[in-house]
């Protein structure tokens, strides 16, 4: 991933998405498409882009609950 990759910020949040269908951007009222380098540190990126919610699929459903649940879907974007 290079500095000039294009990303996706919902509108008013300080996370990044990778991806334009990314789930954490499914309810966003508007998208800014972004290069990554123009970001300010205060940017982070969301975890269903970066796989780290993807990663409990392997460990079965139950965990993936899990961990869905622990996302607060204000945070997401
Ligand atoms: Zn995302």
């Known amino acids: 991933m290079s500095d000039d ?8 949040c300080d996370r990044y998405h990778e991806s ?5 951007l ?12 123009s970001l300010s540190d205060e ?6 882009c970066s796989g780290a919610y993807q990663a ?10 899990h961990l869905l649940e622990d996302l607060d879907p204000d945070d997401i974007g």
């Open 5 to 12: 990759d294009i990303i996706y910020v919902a509108a008013g």
């Open 20 to 24: 334009r269908e990314c789930q954490g």
């Open 26 to 37: 499914s309810h966003a009222r508007a998208i800014e498409k972004r290069a990554l380098s």
């Open 43 to 48: 940017f982070t990126l969301c975890e269903l």
């Open 56 to 65: 409990g699929l392997s460990d079965g459903a139950f965990v993936t609950a």
